[in-house]
Structures are given as structure tokens and as C-alpha cells.
């Protein structure tokens, strides 16, 4: 698989709240570091973690690719996203953020290691 169809399907995952297809691209020992800060280690503690949000059905978000770079085994995509949510009283608002997701590829298969949140 090429890191473009790879990239498509993970963030494909994330679209459809597939949490089974989004684990399917994570690598055992990926992090995630939130926007808040908040560091996650290793695929169960994302597993946790996506289960949780992909289960909130308020939220959207759409992304532009920023840039894209693949380099023998490893690669990465920056991405502008604009995040859709709701508060706890219910009111909408939105963020908007860059996502930057680094890949390795693990025997023939691109597999997130590192997904880094910042807000603007």
C-alpha cells in the first residue's frame, strides 16, 4: 500500500468513527499528544481513547493537507483541521488546529507512530 492510500484510510477511520479500521493503522507502541497536552502511550491507551470519542456522535471535523513528505520507511502529513463540537450546555463552537501524523512502515504496511494536536 502507498502512504497516500494508507493516509486516506486512516483518516477515512476517523470520519466514520471506525474505531476497528482506525486501530488497523496504528502501530502497538504509537503516541498521541492532545491538544491539552495530554501524552498517550502505546495502541491500547489510544484504543481507550478514540472509543470514548468516536462514541460522541456531536462532533465533525474536516482537514486540508498542509504538506506531505515519505522518506524511505517513514513519512508524515500535516494537516489544517477545523474541529465541530458542541459544550456541555450544548452550545456549538469550533476549533481549528494542525495535526501532524508520522507513519513508519512496518512489514509493507504504513502505520501511525506519533499524531501531534496544536491549536492555533
Known amino acids: ?10 483518516l477515512k477511520a476517523i470520519d466514520e468513527r471506525d474505531v476497528d479500521g482506525y486501530l488497523d493503522t496504528v ?33 465533525s471535523m474536516s482537514s486540508e493537507t498542509v504538506r506531505v513528505n515519505e522518506s524511505g520507511d517513514s513519512a508524515f502529513a500535516l494537516l489544517a483541521v477545523a474541529y465541530d463540537d458542541v459544550d456541555p450546555e450544548g452550545t456549538p463552537y469550533r476549533k481549528t488546529y494542525h495535526l501532524t501524523l508520522i507513519f513508519t512502515r512496518s512489514d509493507g504496511r504504513w502505520l501511525l507512530v506519533h499524531d501531534q494536536n496544536t491549536f492555533n
Open 1 to 10: 500500500m502507498e502512504f497516500d492510500e494508507a493516509l486516506t484510510r486512516h
Open 27 to 59: 502501530h502497538r507502541d504509537a503516541t498521541l499528544i492532545l491538544p491539552n497536552g495530554t501524552l498517550l502511550t502505546g495502541k491500547d491507551e489510544i484504543a481507550r481513547f478514540h472509543r470514548e470519542w468516536f462514541a460522541d456522535q456531536d462532533w
